[in-house]
């Protein structure tokens, strides 16, 4: 028999251990898809950050460091500058990117580093069980906010895209999902020309994954799919902010 | 005197770590220790390596702890209360086992303090740099031709225990100038054999039939990380047989013995000359690594002569001092003299509070 | 043997050049050990700069001593601040164009060397750090003036026109410095 699909090899088999409906899963099986494709699998090391993410470091087969929090752009920094053969990627949510290392994550842009940046927005803290993010909407409870997001008090959700284009040095910034199979396919295109950008030697590339939190959000992964589309998606709209390769 | 040059401690540092073979380092500025990312700024390019001025200390040792994950040989450096936002970053460092060089060019504290020379940082250096209840060499060099030995020196051990390395030195230190000998440059070969050696682990990519680089610092299962820590416990009981320096003068007739480390210790040796020129009998007890603590050296001390140990820091309250009475063990009396805030130790304090513990007070 | 200098003025007024000048000919004519220590911070952005240098056939204790052998004072605060941390039978160089002030004490011996002024005859007042480094190796004779000289070459200005008016101002205060010693 011809097998038509296979799991990637570099997910390894292990239990990759998220919630369901939670799309961590998808992004990790499309980065390995591409890496594999792009025939850099054996080249690739992750700079993990902290958060639900670190459930996947036993399930992947690539190299892999797990960064301070908020840091990892940093420490991407120091690993690709002293080993620009290797395909570096940070993967980090968005308490980890947008809030912790909002420093770390516009100077890594903003010097224009030669990194892939994988960027997890599911607006709320999954790991620690779902206190208030930078990118909660208005509106959205959270544990630290009981009443739900107030402007006047937490100020508004940070877009990163939109931020991280304000800066001359990144060549790639585009805004996906994985909440249907088109726009998965298109998620593991914006994935492949992040990639493909770093080993060309072209600079900074930054893919935001718009995902759910099920878990945290309070909701069934379906009805989390909807909140996903009808409110996430129109405070963060998906699609291609810059392509300057 | 044919191959001695003049240098600045900073400047010196930095050259040694370049010969040792760091190909990166990542700093921010704070006084006093800028000459150290500055050398490196005009120095890494001249070597093929690699110098990023970070955004923060933070973002800084946490460039290194990708650099050393890389298996790169590789360096920061700060300043008291700069070395304070890195603490997270060497937690890591030593939790992921990540071989990486610090320097410590101490300053006056608590806060942002002074930017004089001062030894208020030895509890951070020695007890806690960060969570976790780990430990480092920590190298304390008293000259700047001491600081290019160590420096050079801590790169191997960091890589020997993929652990990092402490410079621990002073105002004094990195703002002096005084002649010193380089030690020999590593060749091109050579840095790249030693990185080479370090694939085995690092985060650099590996085909599918190798083992993976996998660097953590945590572990899902509580008894997974416990077999770690016991794991480094055993690497630093090793320290302490095998890793202690020490430099202990005339301690079989001293009636009193001086502890002192770094800028400390050579005002001391330097009111030692004096006091023994009087007939006075002093002896000191300098460690050159203040973890692991030389406490064997506490045990040549004659007891039966010794009427005191004087420890001498920059720090006050004292902090080694816990230290040394610990390694004195209530053999002997245990006596402070003690300057801080960026204010240096003079010999003459010393001296006066030998003669007073001597004579009883004479002069 | 042990030497303490310090040497102190305005900042902008080279005196750190003079003591690291000093200091780098020390090192590489002689065995001796050396220190050059440059206070640092807030006193090099205004108010007065100083720096001290030590010179011992032992290993150097305190890099900054509090008591001095010499002190070289470039400008009028600074006498009034440090001529107290003068050795009895030290020595203060002083330069005497800025510096009215006296020692108050007579265990000490005065030099006056009119720096600014000698500095000015030669067109620049930048080289009056030069001048002074002049006088005092002239007076004390502490280290060969070829020496010192060679040192002031190498590490200042490669341009033509300042390797002129260096030595002009190294041999002027070298004199200057020596006629004082003979009076």
Known sequence: ?245 | MSNKVFMKGCEAIAEAAVRAGCRFYAGYPITPQNEIPEYMARRQPQVGGVFVQGESEIASINMVYGAGAGGTRSMTSSSSVGISLKSEGISYCAGAKVPMVYVNMQRGGPGVGTIQAAQQDYFQATKASGNGGFKMIVLAPSTVQEAVDMTYQAFDLAERDRSPVLILGDGVIGTIMEPVVLPEMKSDEEVAAMKAANREWAIVGHSRDEKRGFLDPGYWSTDMQEAHCIELDAMYRSWEENDVQVEELSLDDAELVFVAYGTSARIARSAIELLRADGLKVGMIRPKTLSPFPVKSFDKINYQLCKCILDIEMSIPAQMLFDVRLAVKERCAVDTCLRSGGNLIERDDIIRKAREILNGGAE | MELNLMVAGFGGQGVMMVGKLLSQATCDSTDYNVTFFPSYGAQQRGGTANCYVVISDHEVGSPKPNIVDQLIVMNDVSMVKFRTNVKSGGIIFTNSSLVKSGAERDDVTVVPIPVTEMAMELGSLKVLNIVMLGAYIGYTQLIDENLVLDCILRLLGKKPEFIELNKKAFSMGLEAGKKAKAA
């Open chain 1, 1 to 245: 028999m011809e097998a038509v699909y296979t799991r990637t090899n570099t997910l390894n088999g292990n239990l990759l251990g998220f919630c369901p409906g939670c799309m961590h899963g998808t992004t990790f099986k499309l980065i390995g898809e591409v890496l594999e494709e792009l025939g850099v699998d054996s080249k690739a090391s992750c700079v993990l950050a902290i958060g639900c993410c670190g459930l996947a470091q036993e399930a992947v087969s690539y190299d892999l460091a797990t960064a301070p929090h908020g840091r990892a752009a940093a420490a991407a920094t120091g690993l690709k500058r002293t080993n620009p053969d290797t395909i570096v990627f940070t993967y980090q949510g968005d308490g980890d990117l947008a809030s912790i290392g909002l420093a770390e994550t516009i100077h890594a842009a903003n010097r224009g580093e030669n990194i892939t940046v994988i960027f997890i927005n599911n607006g709320i803290y999954g790991m620690t069980g779902g206190q208030l993010a930078p990118t909660t909407l208005v509106g959205m409870k959270a544990t630290t906010a009981p009443g739900g997001r107030d402007p006047k008090q937490h100020g508004y959700p940070l877009h990163m895209a939109e931020i991280i284009n304000q800066l001359v040095a990144p060549v790639y910034i585009e805004r996906v999902s994985c909440n249907n199979p088109a726009n998965v396919r298109k998620a593991k295109n914006a994935i492949r020309k992040a990639f493909q950008n770093q080993i060309d030697g072209k600079g900074y590339s930054f893919v935001e994954v718009m995902t759910s939190c099920p878990t945290n959000w309070g909701l069934s992964p379906e009805k989390s799919l909807k909140f996903l589309e009808e409110n996430m998606m129109k405070e963060f709209p998906l699609g291609v902010i810059r392509d300057n390769r």
